[in-house]
T-cell receptor, first 112, second 113 residues
């Protein structure tokens, strides 16, 4: 099974703070994704990438930046964190022709 | 973009009975419909999927039905067990795979003894 590792697993920051969530996958998948999960909203796509240096905008991108530095690594950046960004963030990967999303363990972010 | 509606948001069923979750989508070009299960404190995992060239798919106590005309698809869990208690998400994509999935809001399935 694909291995997707996220860090940190838990983070508390203040409003206006700067946060970086990291994701690494070790299965040579080309596609990587960042989702946020909120009660009553399900999973919503923030940003995704088809490969190193590529970035695509998802459904809820406002307030987020992302960078795909290598095939393995995908970062989500919150440069001015707001309480509305308090959420559970999931990174996921899939191969080019694959159907399955492999999710990481999640990163819980609290913005106070 | 796509919109996926999922109902019910909470479903309680007796152990051993069947459970059904329904989803509708808007984009008639959507052609891939997976279902993910998320157990408490865990990440979502794919349990079954169906493509637009099929109307029914079954695997290990799970049945998925797709009605393209009505733009509706559903998950049916037969002979429910305590281990089926979880959050279930439906999703749809017009790109034929995991790329650009739109998820429903989820159904909390509770299996009562």
């Amino acid at each position: 099974e694909a291995a997707v590792t996220q860090s940190p697993r838990n983070k508390v920051t203040v409003t206006g703070g700067n946060v970086t969530l990291s994701c690494r996958q070790t299965n040579s998948h080309n596609y990587m994704y960042w989702y946020r999960q909120d009660t009553g909203h399900g999973l919503r796509l923030i940003h995704y990438s088809y490969g190193a240096g590529n970035l695509q905008i998802g459904d809820v991108p406002d307030g987020y930046k992302a960078t795909r530095t290598t095939q393995e690594d995908f970062f989500l950046l919150l440069e001015l964190a707001s309480p509305s960004q308090t959420s559970l963030y999931f990174c996921a990967s899939s191969d080019r022709a694959g159907n399955t999303l492999y999710f990481g363990e999640g990163s819980r972010l609290i913005v106070v | 973009g796509e919109q996926v509606e999922q109902l019910p948001s909470i479903l309680r069923v007796q152990e051993g009975s069947s459970a059904s979750i329904n989803c509708t989508y808007e984009n008639s070009a959507s052609n891939y419909f997976p279902w993910y299960k998320q157990e408490p404190g865990e990440n979502p995992k794919l349990i079954i999927d169906i493509r637009s060239n099929m109307e029914r798919k079954q695997t290990q106590g799970l049945i998925v039905l797709l009605d393209k005309k009505a733009k509706r698809f559903s998950l049916h869990i037969t002979d429910t067990q305590p281990g089926d208690s979880a959050m279930y998400f439906c999703a749809a994509s017009a790109r034929g795979g995991a790329d650009r999935l739109t998820f429903g809001k989820g159904t909390q399935l509770i299996i009562q003894p």
